[in-house]
């Protein structure tokens, strides 16, 4: 049984930082691509960025400059560090990996002062 669980959401202030992180289980982790989306309300879900087996990173033109993906295949583990976040920002983060279309629940991200 494939499982994805995202944690480190919650309320932070404009230009501050968050770290999620996303545990993985029921995959050969090492071998995943694997993405962060987010889904604001009202909007649709977007891709944020992603990660190779090998640790190639690739971002969307929004969050470049300011997170950075990165994964511990030891720990099966894919985090997101968030900074200089912004209230736009605000969604729901989304774990996820395009090899099975597996999804996590998400974790909320809320940027305001």
């Known amino acids: 049984q494939v499982r994805l669980v995202e944690s480190g959401g919650g309320l932070v202030q404009p230009g501050g930082a968050l770290r999620l992180s996303c545990a993985a289980s029921g995959i050969i982790f090492s071998i995943y691509v694997m993405d962060w989306y987010r889904q604001a309300p009202g909007k649709e879900r977007e891709l944020v960025a992603a990660?190779?087996?090998?640790?190639?990173?690739s971002y969307a033109d929004s969050v470049k400059g300011r997170f950075t993906i990165s994964r511990d295949n030891a720990k099966n583990t894919v985090y997101l560090q968030m900074n200089s976040l912004q209230p736009e920002d605000t969604a729901v983060y989304y774990c996820h990996t395009p090899l099975g279309n597996y999804w996590g629940r998400g974790t909320q991200v809320t940027v305001s002062s």
């Open positions: 990660i190779t087996r090998g640790g190639s990173a």
